[in-house]
């Protein structure tokens, strides 16, 4: 049975990593700890607990602009949750087939020049999984009147393949299989502007494509506000609606999804940042088979703090999720990097 999208909020989405002269490697982890149904029908769970850890490396940028950057992720899913249901009706437990360590891997080329600036990134599944995956993006931006308006623009394409599992059509009774392997494709354009010393506005547009549902469109607006040389204000707001044109093809219905976070951070020093946020997801759903429309509204509540070394960095952040129906999850993790 399909499961609600999972959905996350980036803190601290205008801040990239710094360009550096030497070789950067980055390790990082995470674990959650999920509680109760992330989805819009009320059923018991188990308490759920998932750990993965990346490592990635980073070139010094070539004087042609050229900078290549490799990560490795190791993900230990719970999946005693994911239930799939065979053809005769009855359901069974992901986990009861599969309980490994699932690796990930990607290799991204960024060039830049100037005001122009590309990158390409690939990513793939590196052992088996239950959810083989490849997923090829490029992207490209520009910037424009002395670097402070930006221009970017992506384009992605992938694959995916899912456990054979089936379903009951509630328009005709029948059973039906899902599709083994999902073809999806993205496309994106924002623009960001610094509108004073102290403010700057990104808008974002996006539409993603998915084989087994209907095309989705988002807008979103981010904002970042300095209130003094110590004190940052973050706020960025989203909306994703499925289209209704297109025809479903499972028993799920129209996804709809608004949301919003406001996050605060201080320089507590000159090289220790603090920061707090609250987010609040709503995501809908619209069956029209069963005349039937479920709602689902999560709170998040997000910690961070970052220190910067000479030549190093860390971090450890905690966020919590805590919805209407029940359920809950809280994600761990740390962060540290160093160049050489």
Same mark, same amino acid.
């Given at each position: 049975?399909?499961?609600?999208?999972?959905?996350?909020?980036?803190?601290?989405?205008?801040?990239? %990593?710094?360009?550096?002269?030497?070789?950067?490697?980055?390790?990082?982890?995470?674990?959650?700890?999920?509680?109760?149904?992330?989805?819009?029908?009320?059923? %018991?769970?188990?308490?759920?607990?998932?750990?993965?850890? *990346?490592?990635?490396? $980073?070139? %010094?940028?070539?004087?042609?602009?050229?900078?290549?950057?490799?990560?490795?992720?190791?993900?230990? @899913?719970?999946?005693?949750?994911?239930?799939?249901?065979?053809?005769?009706?009855?359901?069974?437990?992901?986990? $009861?087939?599969?309980?490994?360590?699932?690796?990930?891997?990607?290799?991204?080329?960024?060039?830049?020049?100037?005001?122009?600036?590309?990158?390409?990134?690939?990513?793939?599944?590196? @052992?088996?999984?239950?959810? %083989?995956?490849?997923?090829?993006?490029?992207?490209?931006?520009?910037?424009?009147?002395?670097?402070?308006?930006?221009?970017?623009?992506?384009?992605?394409?992938?694959?995916?393949?899912?456990?054979?599992?089936?379903?009951?059509?509630?328009?005709?009774?029948?059973?039906?299989?899902?599709?083994?392997?999902?073809?999806?494709?993205?496309?994106?354009?924002?623009?960001?502007?610094?509108?004073?010393?102290?403010?700057?506005?990104?808008?974002?547009?996006?539409?993603?494509?998915?084989?087994?549902?209907?095309?989705?469109?988002?807008?979103?607006?981010?904002?970042?506000?300095?209130?003094?040389d110590r004190d940052f204000l973050r706020f960025h707001v989203l909306r994703r609606q499925e289209s209704r044109q297109d025809r479903l093809q499972d028993d799920r219905g129209y996804f709809d999804l608004s949301g919003g976070e406001l996050s605060y951070s201080r320089y507590i020093t000159y090289d220790l940042v603090g920061s707090a946020g609250y987010g609040l997801i709503v995501e809908k759903e619209d069956q029209p088979a069963r005349f039937r429309k479920d709602q689902m509204a999560t709170d998040v509540y997000s910690l961070k703090i970052d220190y910067q070394g000479m030549k190093w960095k860390g971090g450890l952040s905690y966020q919590k999720m805590e919805s209407n129906l029940e359920y *809950?999850?809280?994600?761990?993790?740390?962060?540290?990097?160093?160049?050489?």
């Amino acid at each position: 049975m399909q499961r609600l999208r999972s959905v996350g909020f980036i803190l601290f989405f205008l801040t990239g %990593p710094a360009h550096t002269a030497g070789t950067q490697v980055q390790v990082s982890t995470l674990t959650t700890q999920t509680a109760g149904q992330a989805s819009v029908e009320k059923k %018991p769970t188990e308490n759920l607990t998932g750990q993965s850890y *990346a490592l990635e490396i $980073s070139s %010094p940028r070539l004087k042609s602009g050229l900078q290549i950057t490799a990560s490795y992720r190791q993900i230990k @899913n719970d999946y005693s949750n994911y239930l799939i249901q065979e053809e005769n009706g009855r359901e069974k437990k992901l986990s $009861s087939t599969f309980d490994q360590v699932e690796s990930q891997g990607s290799v991204s080329a960024d060039f830049s020049f100037q005001n122009l600036s590309a990158n390409l990134t690939a990513d793939t599944s590196l @052992n088996p999984t239950p959810f %083989p995956s490849r997923f090829f993006q490029f992207s490209q931006t520009t910037q424009l009147n002395h670097q402070l308006t930006e221009i970017r623009w992506n384009l992605g394409s992938g694959q995916m393949k899912q456990p054979l599992s089936y379903f009951t059509d509630v328009r005709t009774g029948e059973r039906k299989q899902r599709p083994e392997q999902l073809d999806f494709r993205t496309y994106g354009v924002s623009a960001e502007q610094v509108v004073s010393e102290s403010m700057r506005v990104q808008f974002l547009l996006d539409m993603n494509q998915r084989s087994d549902r209907p095309s989705a469109t988002g807008v979103q607006i981010k904002s970042a506000y300095a209130l003094s040389d110590r004190d940052f204000l973050r706020f960025h707001v989203l909306r994703r609606q499925e289209s209704r044109q297109d025809r479903l093809q499972d028993d799920r219905g129209y996804f709809d999804l608004s949301g919003g976070e406001l996050s605060y951070s201080r320089y507590i020093t000159y090289d220790l940042v603090g920061s707090a946020g609250y987010g609040l997801i709503v995501e809908k759903e619209d069956q029209p088979a069963r005349f039937r429309k479920d709602q689902m509204a999560t709170d998040v509540y997000s910690l961070k703090i970052d220190y910067q070394g000479m030549k190093w960095k860390g971090g450890l952040s905690y966020q919590k999720m805590e919805s209407n129906l029940e359920y *809950a999850s809280a994600i761990y993790g740390g962060q540290f990097s160093w160049v050489f």
